[in-house]
């Protein structure tokens, strides 16, 4: 009984020192910020990368900063590694100031300067100068270890070259024949248009952000083709 009872000893001892062969595979987090009518939503890969995709509201003052700290708290994370700001209106970048001064933001990427000059942010400005910045292109990578993170739209333009390797791209895309453009002339938020979109593809599973693009701008990246990241 004292020999069958050292040898189980042994065996549990052995089992506590090898890694289990089980072992579950790192995950993508994805946090959605409640924002209430803006966005802001933190990705932390597997790796522990950051990208924060728009900072929300300025008002009610820091309720929306506090809430993205709140998630980044949650998510053991330290500082920003990338902020993604789609596009300037308020429910977009307002909480940016308040934000940058709670946590570290290393890198931001946005589409460029605004088409709307009177949505300007002076915090957010200033800190381009002085925070490494870039100015996203359809076709660009989000430099994220371990994720696809493709540019899909940026400026009003959108991405026109089928994803290598992807089933379906450059085929016609069959959900097109039903649908047409609209007259966007009297459009009174120009700045939408011009969002920073991008499809994110992580093994099996993927999502596409499009910020506050328009019906026509939707358009232009799924017909009339499929490109591969639909």
């Known amino acids: 009984m004292r020999r069958a009872l050292s040898l189980l000893g042994v065996v549990l001892a052995l089992c506590a020192a090898t890694p289990s062969a089980q072992t579950p595979p790192k995950t993508l987090d994805i946090y959605y910020?409640?924002?209430?009518?803006?966005q802001a939503t933190l990705f932390v890969s597997p790796t522990g990368q950051t990208v924060l995709v728009d900072t929300g509201n300025a008002n009610p003052p820091g309720r929306d900063p506090q809430r993205i700290m709140e998630a980044m708290k949650a998510a053991g994370a330290?500082?920003?590694d990338y902020l993604v700001m789609t596009h300037y209106h308020g429910d977009h970048v307002g909480g940016f100031e308040e934000l940058a001064k709670?946590?570290?933001i290393a890198h931001i990427i946005d589409h460029g300067p605004t088409v709307q000059p009177e949505q300007k942010h002076d915090a957010y400005d200033q800190a381009l100068k002085t925070t490494p910045y870039t100015v996203a292109k359809p076709g660009d990578k989000?430099?994220?270890?371990g994720i696809d993170w493709l540019?899909?739209?940026a400026a009003g333009k959108t991405l026109k070259t089928n994803v290598a390797g992807a089933p379906g791209a450059g085929k016609p895309n069959p959900a097109c024949a039903s649908v047409e453009k609209k007259d966007e002339s009297a459009y009174f938020d120009p700045?939408?248009?011009s969002s920073?979109?991008?499809a994110l593809t992580f093994g099996k599973f993927?999502?596409?952000d499009l910020g506050d693009l328009t019906w026509n701008g939707e358009l232009d990246i799924m017909c009339p083709v499929n490109l591969g990241y639909q």
């Open 196 to 198: 920073a979109g991008f």
């Open 206 to 208: 993927r999502t596409v």
């Open 151 to 153: 540019i899909v739209s």
């Open 102 to 104: 709670l946590t570290k």
């Open 142 to 145: 989000v430099p994220v270890t």
């Open 33 to 38: 910020v409640d924002t209430e009518g803006g």
């Open 191 to 193: 700045d939408n248009g």
């Open 78 to 80: 330290k500082q920003i």
